[in-house]
Antibody, heavy 123, light 110 residues
Framework: QVQLVESGGGVVQPGRSLRLSCAASGFTFSSYGMHWVRQAPGKGLEWVAI????????DYIDSVKGRFTISRDNSQNTLYLQMNSLRAEDTAIYYC????????????????WGQGTLVTVSS | QSVLTQPPSSSGTPGQRVTISCSGSSSNIGINTVNWYQQFPGTAPKLLIYYNNQRPSGVPDRFSGSKSGTSASLAISGLQSEDEADYYC???????????FGGGTKLTVL
């Protein structure tokens, strides 16, 4: 069965950086696009970024463009989110999520989710 | 506010049928498929409906989805107390080149 395990969250000061990781297992990681989705405390879901199965295509929500970078290591079955210049409004649970369609450069939707890792940006 | 519009709350009594609406536009629901997710407090979302009206294995057939034009709906029949949760619709938006979610609907079983 699909397993997605996030790590790397924590408390960080505004303006600092953090890197999230997501270890994937139970499926052919290199065949699927992957997403990061976040949820601020008490709020709804917000899509953050996507990377295609081969890493050639990446897209971001406007509010993180130029600050966050999504990447993947298909040899290690791991997804990353490098977060720089963090702001208070980036405080959220960050979920790693798998796309439901293999070998596409865009998205058909998310089918599996990790348990999330909490990022708190505060001085 | 969210790109996809859902009612913030809905309620029903056990056994009743409830529907949750999701309104979008020509750049998202109008040309792409819709997924629905169920989320309980403190847990990750779970896929409930994909490709507008398909149920993953293990999801009861009490849950059904539909789409028409730029809107979609989730219907829950034979409402049960364990259905009390938050429900989110989602789609890809070709203009934004990104995923979009509804604001979520909190379902209360009275």
């Amino acid at each position: 069965q699909v397993q997605l395990v996030e790590s790397g969250g924590g408390v960080v000061q505004p303006g600092r950086s953090l890197r999230l990781s997501c270890a994937a297992s139970g499926f052919t990681f290199s065949s699927y696009g992957m997403h990061w989705v976040r949820q601020a405390p008490g709020k709804g879901l917000e899509w953050v970024a996507i990377i295609s199965y081969d890493g050639s295509n990446k897209d971001y929500i406007d509010s993180v463009k130029g600050r966050f970078t999504i990447s993947r290591d298909n040899s290690q079955n791991t997804l990353y989110l490098q977060m720089n210049s963090l702001r208070a409004e980036d405080t959220a649970i960050y979920y790693c999520a798998k796309d439901q369609k293999e070998h596409i450069l865009s998205s058909h939707g998310i089918d599996d989710w990790g348990q999330g890792t909490l990022v708190t940006v505060s001085s | 506010q969210s790109v996809l519009t859902q009612p913030p709350s809905s309620s029903g009594t056990p056994g009743q049928r409830v529907t949750i609406s999701c309104s979008g536009s020509s750049s998202n629901i109008g040309i792409n498929t819709v997924n629905w997710y169920q989320q309980f407090p403190g847990t990750a979302p779970k896929l409930l409906i994909y490709y507008n009206n398909q149920r993953p294995s293990g999801v009861p057939d009490r849950f059904s989805g539909s789409k028409s034009g730029t809107s979609a709906s989730l219907a829950i029949s034979g409402l049960q107390s364990e259905d009390e949760a938050d429900y989110y619709c989602a789609a890809w938006d070709d203009s934004l080149n990104g995923g979009v979610f509804g604001g979520g609907t909190k379902l209360t079983v009275l």
